[in-house]
C-alpha cells in the first residue's frame, strides 16, 4: 500500500506539531509520524508555566494532547508509535516505510524529531537503567515513594524535576559539576528553601554500583579529586540533550553536537527537506521556539509543494 | 488490552512466570507515564504475531509494588524475559522501546 501527502512531518513534540496545523490548516494532506505517543518532551514535562495562552500552570501532557487535537481538527494525519523501517529523504518524491508494511510519499518533509536525554556515560549506567537510574521523573517518581535519591544536573530540568520529585522521596540530593546552579533563579529559589533537597555542588558521578538493583553511586569532588561512594536508592540524570539526527546521515552536515544547519526558513541544503525544533542548531531550545520552528517550516513547505506542483 | 495480553497480578507471578513452560515476557507498566502508553500499541501487535509461541503478561507496578522491589524493577516501562522460568535477555525500559528490536528478541527466545 502507497499512500501520497503533500506534507510529512516526522515527530510530534511542538515543532511538529506546530507544522501539522499549519499545513493541516492549509489543506495540505498532511501526514505526523512518531515512534511514541504525541507530544515530545513536553507530553512528560510535570507542568509547563511559561507557554503563552495559558495563565495557571498547565501540565506537559495537556498541553500536547491540545497540539495534537488542534492538528487533527485541521484534517492531519497522527499515526503514533510507528516505527520508520526505511526511508528515502533526497529525492524530490520522498519516501518513508512505516512498520515495513505502509508506504508514504511526499514532495515536503519536516524533520521535527527533537532531541533525547543525554546519558552520563558512567559506567554501571546502561546495566543499571530501569533499575535504579531514570531519565524521566514524571514516568518514575512514584517508584521512589519515601526514598533517597540523587538527581545529576544543574539546568532547568534538573531543578524543575527534582522539585517534583519531592512529592515521592524523602530526600533528593542533586550533584552538579559547578558550584552554582544554570537554572532560573525563581526555581533554584524555591529548591534550595525546599527541606527535601540537599545539593553537592563541584561534584560528578564516576561510577553506579549494586547487585540486581543500583545501590551505590560513586562521585568525585572536583575541587580535591577525592572519590566518595553514597548510598542510594535512585538515581535521576538530567543533563541535556542529544539530538535525534539517525534519519538525517549522510544528506545533511551536522553541527557540532550533532545539530543540524538551517536556512531561516527551516530550509536544509536538500530541496523539499525542512528541518524544525530542538533538532537546529540555535541557541534556545524552548516550546515556543519549536513551535516557531514548526510554523516556519510549514509556511516554506507550503511554498515549496505549490512551486513543485506547477 | 488485547486478546493476546494478559494482565496479571503478584501473586500470579509463581504459576504464570516462574512455573511457566517456553517464552514469557512481562510488561511492568504505570499509569501518568506516556512511555507505557507508547509501548502498549507495540506490545500487542507482537503479542499477536507471536501468539502460540510466547506469552505476553502485564502488570501493573502501583499494585504490585512488592514484586516489582524484588526484581529490582524501578523504571516503567520495562520488559522482562523469561525461558522456562529463568530470566534471559537484557531487559528493554524507557520510552526508546523498538518494535524491530523487541521482535528480535522475542524471536530469539521463543525458538
Given at each position: 500500500?502507497?499512500?501520497s501527502?503533500?506534507v510529512?512531518?516526522?515527530?510530534?513534540?511542538?515543532?511538529?506539531?506546530?507544522?501539522?496545523?499549519?499545513?493541516?490548516?492549509?489543506?495540505l494532506?498532511?501526514?505526523?509520524?512518531?515512534?511514541?505517543?504525541?507530544?515530545?518532551?513536553?507530553?512528560?514535562?510535570h507542568k509547563?508555566?511559561?507557554?503563552?495562552?495559558?495563565?495557571?500552570?498547565?501540565?506537559?501532557?495537556?498541553?500536547?494532547?491540545?497540539?495534537?487535537?488542534?492538528?487533527q481538527?485541521?484534517g492531519?494525519?497522527?499515526?503514533?508509535?510507528?516505527?520508520?523501517?526505511?526511508h528515502?529523504?533526497?529525492?524530490?518524491?520522498?519516501?518513508l516505510v512505516?512498520?515495513?508494511?505502509?508506504e508514504?510519499?511526499?514532495?515536503?518533509?519536516?524533520?521535527?524529531?527533537?532531541?533525547?536525554?543525554?546519558?552520563?556515560?558512567?559506567?554501571?549506567?546502561?546495566?543499571?537503567?530501569?533499575?535504579?537510574?531514570?531519565?524521566?521523573?514524571?514516568?518514575?517518581?512514584?517508584?521512589?515513594?519515601?526514598?533517597?535519591?540523587?538527581?545529576?544536573?544543574?539546568?532547568?530540568?534538573?531543578?524543575?524535576e527534582?522539585?517534583?520529585?519531592?512529592?515521592?522521596?524523602?530526600?533528593?540530593?542533586?550533584?552538579?559539576?559547578?558550584?552554582?546552579?544554570?537554572?532560573?533563579?525563581?526555581?533554584?529559589?524555591e529548591?534550595?528553601?525546599?527541606?527535601?533537597?540537599?545539593t553537592?555542588?563541584?561534584?560528578?558521578?564516576?561510577?553506579?554500583?549494586?547487585?540486581?538493583?543500583l545501590?551505590?553511586?560513586?562521585?568525585?569532588?572536583?575541587?580535591?579529586?577525592?572519590?566518595?561512594?553514597?548510598?542510594?536508592?535512585?538515581?535521576?540524570?538530567?543533563?541535556?540533550?542529544?539530538?535525534?539526527?539517525?534519519?538525517?546521515?549522510?544528506?545533511?552536515?551536522?553541527?557540532?553536537?550533532?545539530?543540524?544547519?538551517?536556512?531561516?526558513?527551516?530550509?536544509?541544503?536538500?530541496?523539499g527537506?525542512?528541518?524544525?525544533?530542538?533538532?537546529?542548531?540555535?541557541?534556545?531550545?524552548?516550546i515556543?521556539?519549536?513551535?516557531?520552528?514548526?510554523?516556519?517550516a510549514?509556511?516554506?513547505?507550503?511554498?515549496?509543494?505549490?512551486?513543485?506542483?506547477? | 488490552?488485547?486478546?493476546?495480553?494478559?494482565?496479571?497480578g503478584?501473586q500470579?507471578?509463581?504459576?504464570?512466570?516462574?512455573?511457566?513452560?517456553?517464552?514469557?515476557?512481562?510488561?511492568?507498566?504505570?499509569?501518568?507515564?506516556?512511555?507505557?502508553?507508547?509501548?502498549a500499541?507495540?506490545?500487542?501487535?507482537?503479542?499477536?504475531?507471536?501468539?502460540?509461541?510466547?506469552r505476553?503478561?502485564?502488570?501493573?507496578?502501583?499494585?504490585?509494588?512488592?514484586?516489582?522491589?524484588?526484581?529490582?524493577?524501578?523504571?516503567?516501562?520495562?520488559?522482562?524475559?523469561?525461558?522456562?522460568?529463568?530470566?534471559?535477555?537484557?531487559?528493554?525500559?524507557?520510552?526508546?522501546?523498538?518494535?524491530?528490536?523487541?521482535?528480535a528478541?522475542?524471536?530469539?527466545?521463543?525458538?
Amino acid at each position: 500500500m502507497k499512500t501520497s501527502y503533500d506534507v510529512i512531518v516526522i515527530g510530534a513534540g511542538p515543532a511538529g506539531l506546530a507544522a501539522a496545523i499549519y499545513a493541516a490548516r492549509a489543506r495540505l494532506r498532511t501526514l505526523v509520524v512518531d515512534e511514541s505517543v504525541p507530544g515530545g518532551q513536553v507530553k512528560t514535562t510535570h507542568k509547563v508555566s511559561n507557554y503563552p495562552g495559558f495563565p495557571e500552570d498547565v501540565s506537559g501532557k495537556d498541553l500536547a494532547g491540545a497540539f495534537a487535537a488542534q492538528a487533527q481538527r485541521f484534517g492531519a494525519r497522527l499515526a503514533k508509535a510507528v516505527e520508520i523501517t526505511s526511508h528515502d529523504l533526497a529525492g524530490p518524491e520522498k519516501r518513508l516505510v512505516l512498520d515495513e508494511e505502509e508506504e508514504v510519499v511526499a514532495p515536503a518533509v519536516v524533520v521535527a524529531t527533537g532531541a533525547k536525554p543525554r546519558e552520563l556515560g558512567v559506567p554501571g549506567e546502561s546495566r543499571f537503567r530501569g533499575r535504579g537510574i531514570s531519565y524521566c521523573a514524571t514516568c518514575d517518581g512514584a517508584y521512589f515513594d519515601g526514598k533517597d535519591i540523587h538527581v545529576v544536573g544543574g539546568g532547568n530540568s534538573a531543578v524543575e524535576e527534582t522539585l517534583f520529585l519531592t512529592q515521592f522521596a524523602r530526600t533528593v540530593t542533586v550533584v552538579h559539576q559547578f558550584d552554582e546552579f544554570q537554572a532560573e533563579p525563581a526555581s533554584v529559589q524555591e529548591a534550595l528553601a525546599n527541606p527535601k533537597i540537599r545539593t553537592l555542588l563541584s561534584h560528578e558521578p564516576r561510577a553506579f554500583q549494586g547487585e540486581l538493583a543500583l545501590e551505590r553511586l560513586e562521585v568525585e569532588d572536583l575541587k580535591t579529586k577525592e572519590r566518595k561512594v553514597l548510598p542510594t536508592d535512585g538515581v535521576f540524570v538530567f543533563v541535556g540533550m542529544k539530538p535525534r539526527t539517525e534519519l538525517l546521515e549522510g544528506l545533511v552536515p551536522l553541527a557540532p553536537g550533532g545539530y543540524v544547519e538551517t536556512s531561516d526558513a527551516m530550509e536544509t541544503r536538500v530541496p523539499g527537506l525542512f528541518v524544525a525544533g530542538d533538532i537546529r542548531v540555535k541557541r534556545f531550545r524552548q516550546i515556543t521556539t519549536a513551535v516557531a520552528d514548526g510554523t516556519i517550516a510549514a509556511l516554506a513547505a507550503q511554498r515549496y509543494v505549490k512551486e513543485h506542483r506547477r | 488490552m488485547s486478546d493476546h495480553v494478559q494482565e496479571i497480578g503478584q501473586q500470579d507471578y509463581e504459576r504464570e512466570v516462574l512455573a511457566a513452560k517456553g517464552a514469557v515476557i512481562l510488561d511492568f507498566y504505570s499509569t501518568e507515564c506516556p512511555p507505557c502508553e507508547a509501548l502498549a500499541p507495540k506490545y500487542d501487535a507482537v503479542a499477536e504475531a507471536f501468539a502460540g509461541r510466547a506469552r505476553f503478561l502485564k502488570i501493573f507496578r502501583q499494585g504490585n509494588r512488592e514484586l516489582a522491589t524484588r526484581l529490582g524493577v524501578t523504571g516503567s516501562p520495562t520488559l522482562v524475559f523469561y525461558r522456562n522460568g529463568e530470566e534471559v535477555g537484557e531487559r528493554m525500559t524507557g520510552e526508546e522501546i523498538k518494535k524491530s528490536a523487541l521482535k528480535a528478541q522475542v524471536e530469539a527466545i521463543a525458538g
